[in-house]
């Protein structure tokens, strides 16, 4: 009686919970923000170090010392002080993650970073050892900054991130973010285009009379001058696929484009990104609108006057090595032509007047020093026109602007069912309220069934992170399985203990629930009704004595749940974690026989390990049960398409369990994608026989095709007792 009231205390408890999210009060609306853009210089020369006379790429040669490198970040941290501003673009931070960690502590903000060229990796151990150099925003808290894609412009094949970093040449990306101002999504770019030193013929001239360039033998030098024109078309397609993904964003919101883009405003490169007409930049405007004669363009590669450009613009490495002939052009061009290189472009929904100011910035030379071998641009915008004609995103539910549908057929053979077939439909605001419906009808010839209905209002998908008063779902799931096996309960049932029979159960569910952002209660109904008879055609050994007692039982009960939910995405996450907590009470009479409580927890975690964006899910947790006697019918499974994919489908039932599982999501082609991943889970008679002996694991690969409501799930399992394929909907979690 005590667990009873124990299970009941827990679900009251539940249902209060829910009473508790309150509304947060309204920020006030922004009118400006402060932008800028800096590259920081990761001081490293991209060469080799020579040991016992043999090159090795083990180590990265560094210009400076690491006390010299400390103070050049003593001094970015004084400038942006100084400046202020609500977001920050930076380059070739190195190491990435570390950089970015610090200096978004020491100022306070809110950072997101991208590891770009990082050579061959896993974690911090690799080679170079001292390349790991990214692209870093940072944002003010209250922008709540979130990472919204990393985008490759040009490079080898190759996996980026923090954890794994595998390629053997240079690449160029875009890290992508997206922050709220005045409830309007407004998109990042941060760009670092690659460097090409300058294929005008009088430059070549220059460099060929220089001691470097006369040591080159003409055939060389052509191939040299040859080896640079491909290098200046490779950052003019990098302009151009800019462009496009630019172009590709949601056209409805403003998007601001800042970074090193290695180009001059009159190079062939910044013509591609500014011609389309949708991209401005801020310091050119604001050049045009206040000087009474032509602009002076302002630069931000000082040739003359930053003591930093001295490293890179002479003639050989860190060691004191001569540079090769492609090093050495491009060294040259470095300590011959101070230019403009960096940019803050505004694109398409913003206007040359919202442009309050723009400056060259982190230009200020402290005890000889400079902050790095750029300088940065600097840039006020009013955004408060922007923000009044943009669509919103509030904090509370919206209806989608349109009806969206999607349909998958299904057809498979199994042995033991038949053939099968069937469909799948989801139907997203079908009358304007941001309901949904999923269908699924599904059939055998030898008879196994599965209708499933879902009305969920509002959506699940469009109400995850919001605020909402109420929310209402309906389940009816009757899913008959002609060939269900029982093999006896514990962790040491027997494989040949197998006995069939045929599982009949039909479920519907009644939910409330009210969300807080990212805090959600719920709490409601359920009746279930489970017939368990014998399978048409005898298998297994009925006699045994761990066949189950079959018939038919059901259950009425309430249920309730608390979660923590922080994932981008309910349909396909790929960050955030989910904390779950949750309870059931089957009194026993009324609509129902069966009498027991059920108390359940669940932790789930996504992360994006490496791009092309692949992400690391887990999830681990457990439930039991509370009750004496109960039929197998109540008793809690495990194998199956949800939670051990190589066991048989309930290969495991007992009062207590317990499951692990671990996927690694990664790309194929368009909508496709792959899986591989670990299941492992144990079943005990109680709590209180808990151990960490006895686990089943399960290895799996499966495949994903992205549809934009729903995900088609195809899994291979591998079991030590059997191999299974299974095909379902949706995530495994």
């Not at 890179?312 to 001569?322: E, I, L, Y």
């Not at 400079?370 to 004609?389: K, L, Q």
Request: glycine share 8%; aromatic share 10%; proline share 5%.
């Amino acid at each position: 009686m005590k667990r009873h009231s124990f299970a009941a205390a827990l679900i009251v408890s539940v249902l209060l919970s829910t009473s508790l999210a309150l509304a947060q009060p309204p920020s006030a609306p922004a009118s400006r923000l402060r932008v800028a853009t800096f590259n920081v210089w990761s001081g490293l020369d991209y060469q080799g170090t020579k040991t016992a006379g043999l090159r090795s790429i083990l180590k990265f040669g560094e210009y400076e010392s690491p006390e010299r490198r400390e103070q050049r970040f003593a001094l970015l941290v004084d400038q942006l002080r100084a400046l202020s501003p609500d977001i920050v673009f930076l380059q070739e931070a190195n190491p990435t993650g570390p950089y970015a960690a610090r200096l978004a502590q020491t100022l306070g903000y809110s950072e997101i970073h991208q590891v770009e060229n990082g050579g061959v990796k896993l974690g911090p151990i690799g080679f170079p050892s001292n390349l790991k150099v990214g692209m870093v925003i940072l944002a003010r808290p209250s922008l709540h900054i979130r990472r919204h894609d990393v985008w490759k412009l040009s490079g080898p094949a190759g996996l980026l991130g923090d954890a794994v970093s595998l390629h053997f040449g240079e690449m160029v990306t875009c890290l992508v973010a997206k922050i709220v101002v005045n409830d309007t999504p407004v998109y990042l770019v941060n760009v670092h285009l690659a460097a090409a030193a300058s294929d005008d013929e009088s430059f070549v001239a220059k460099f060929r009379d220089t001691p470097e360039g006369r040591r080159v033998p003409g055939t060389e030098f052509a191939e040299l001058i040859t080896e640079n024109r491909e290098r200046n078309r490779r950052q003019q397609e990098e302009a151009r696929k800019l462009v496009r993904l630019i172009d590709g964003l949601p056209s409805d919101y403003p998007v601001i484009v800042a970074g090193d883009f290695n180009a001059e405003p009159e190079s062939q490169t910044m013509q591609t990104v500014l011609s389309s007409g949708s991209s401005f930049d801020a310091l050119s405007t604001v050049n045009e609108r206040t000087s009474d004669g032509p602009a002076v363009e302002a630069i931000t590669w000082d040739a003359q006057a930053n003591r930093n450009v001295a490293f890179t613009g002479r003639p050989f490495n860190s060691a004191g090595q001569a540079l090769k002939p492609r090093a050495a052009l491009d060294s040259f061009f470095d300590s011959a032509i101070s230019r403009r290189l960096d940019y803050i472009l505004l694109h398409e929904r913003f206007r040359p007047e919202d442009v309050v100011a723009a400056s060259v910035a982190f230009d200020k030379q402290v005890d000889g020093l400079h902050a790095s071998d750029h300088y940065g641009i600097v840039t006020d915008i009013d955004i408060s026109r922007v923000t009044a004609e943009s669509p919103k995103e509030t904090d509370t539910v919206v209806a989608p602007d349109t009806f969206k549908k999607n349909a998958f057929p299904m057809a498979m053979w199994d042995p033991n069912a038949g053939f099968g077939y069937g469909a799948k439909a989801f139907l997203l605001n079908p009358f304007g309220q941001s309901e949904s419906f999923d269908l699924t009808a599904f059939q055998t010839t030898k008879g196994d069934r599965w209708y499933r209905f879902v009305f969920s209002l509002p959506d699940l998908e469009t109400r995850r992170g919001k605020k909402y008063p109420l929310a209402v779902d309906v389940t009816v799931d009757y899913d008959k399985k002609i060939s269900s096996n029982f093999f006896g309960v514990g962790n040491q049932s027997r494989l040949s203990d197998r006995v069939s029979y045929t599982r009949e159960p039909l479920t519907g569910t009644l939910a409330l629930s009210r969300g807080s952002g990212r805090t959600v209660g719920q709490a409601g109904v359920k009746y279930a009704t489970i017939s368990m008879e014998p399978a048409a055609a005898k298998t297994g050994h009925p006699t045994l004595s761990t066949a189950p007692d079959l018939g038919r039982r059901s259950y009425a009960s309430l249920f309730g749940s608390v979660s923590y939910d922080s994932r981008d995405s309910y349909l396909n996450p790929s960050e955030g974690k989910v904390l779950l907590a949750e309870g059931e009470f089957a009194p026993g009479s009324g609509a129902g026989t069966v009498k027991f409580g059920r108390v359940a927890a669940w932790f789930q975690s996504y992360t994006v390990l490496f791009y092309p964006k692949s992400v690391l899910a887990v999830r681990f947790g457990g439930q039991s049960l509370i009750g004496n006697n109960l039929p197998v019918h109540v008793l809690l499974p495990l194998g199956g398409a949800g939670d051990l994919r190589g066991s048989v489908m309930g290969r495991y039932v007992d009062n207590s369990c317990a499951l692990a599982n671990a996927e690694l999501r990664f790309p194929l082609v368009g909508r496709l994608a792959g899986m591989v991943g670990m299941d492992a889970g144990v079943v005990w008679s109680s709590l209180k026989q808990a151990t960490l002996k006895g686990w089943t694991t399960n290895p799996t690969v499966g495949l994903r095709y992205n549809l934009k409501t729903f995900v088609v799930r195809m899994d291979v399992g591998f079991g030590r007792e059997s191999t299974r394929f299974n095909l379902s909907f949706g995530h495994l979690f």
